[in-house]
C-alpha cells in the first residue's frame, strides 16, 4: 500500500502537514486561521472533513493557533500530549476528542501507524513523528534544537523525511535579531541549523530514501540554495533533489511506493 504527504506550508508563520494512507488522512499540526486552512487544503484538492485526525507536535501558536477551530467545525478528534494539552488548554477551550499521548508509545489512527518521540525544544512536552502504514515510513522532525542518539535511531531508515533547516548560523549571528533570541533560536532546545540538519542526515541509512524535504526555513536568516547544498552534500546527490518546504504554498504530494 502506498503512502502520500504534503504541506500546507511551513515556518514561523504558520505549519501543517498532511499525511494519507489507505483510506485515513491525517493533518499534523494546523497553525492557520481555519479559512486559510480550509482555501490551503483546497489547493491539494482535499475537503477539511475528509480529515481523520489532527495531531500535535507542540504549543507553539505557528503550529496550534488553528487546531481548535477547525477540529470544533468539522468534528475532527485531536491527538496530543499531557504537556501540550496543559499548556495550551486554555487556547483550546472544548475540543470534540482529546486523545493524550502517552509517554511517546505508539498507537494507530485507522490506516496508520504513528509513532512519537521527544525532541528538546523549548516547550512542554513537545513531540516529533513518525508515520507509516506497516511498509513504508515517513520521518518528521521540526522544531528541536538539536540532534539526540535516539532522534537519529528513530529516523534511521525512513522512506522520507521532512527535516528542519531554520537557519545558517552565520545569517543568524548577523542578523538584526536581538540578542535573547538569537541564543533561543540557535539554543539547544531551540531550532535546527542547516549544518546540523546536514550532519544528522549523513548519520542516517538512506538507502530507502525516496524524497527528502527541508522545512521551517527561516525567511530572514537561510535561503533555499544554501539548504540544498548542505543536505545534497550530505547524501552526495544533485541538490535540485532536496524539496524545500516554502512559507506559503507548502510543497504539493509526494507519493511513496
Known sequence: MSMRF?????????NAL???????????????????TVIRLARLGLEPDTIDAVVVTHEHSDHICGVARFARKFGIPVWLTHGTLRSAGKAFGKLPGVNIIEGYQRFSI?????????????????AQFVFGNGSLRLGVLTDTGCSTPHIEAVLNECDALVLECNHDARMLANSDYPESLKRRVGGRFGHLENAASASLLAKLNCNRLQHVIAAHLSQKNNTPPLVQGMLSNALNCEAAWIGVATQSEGFEWRQLF
Open 6 to 14: 504534503a504541506c500546507l506550508g511551513s515556518g514561523s508563520q504558520g
Open 18 to 36: 498532511v499525511v494519507e494512507a489507505g483510506n485515513t488522512r491525517l493533518l499534523l499540526d494546523c497553525g492557520f486561521t481555519l479559512r486559510e
Open 110 to 126: 485507522g490506516a496508520i501507524e504513528v509513532e512519537p518521540y521527544p525532541v528538546p525544544h523549548d516547550a512542554e512536552e513537545p
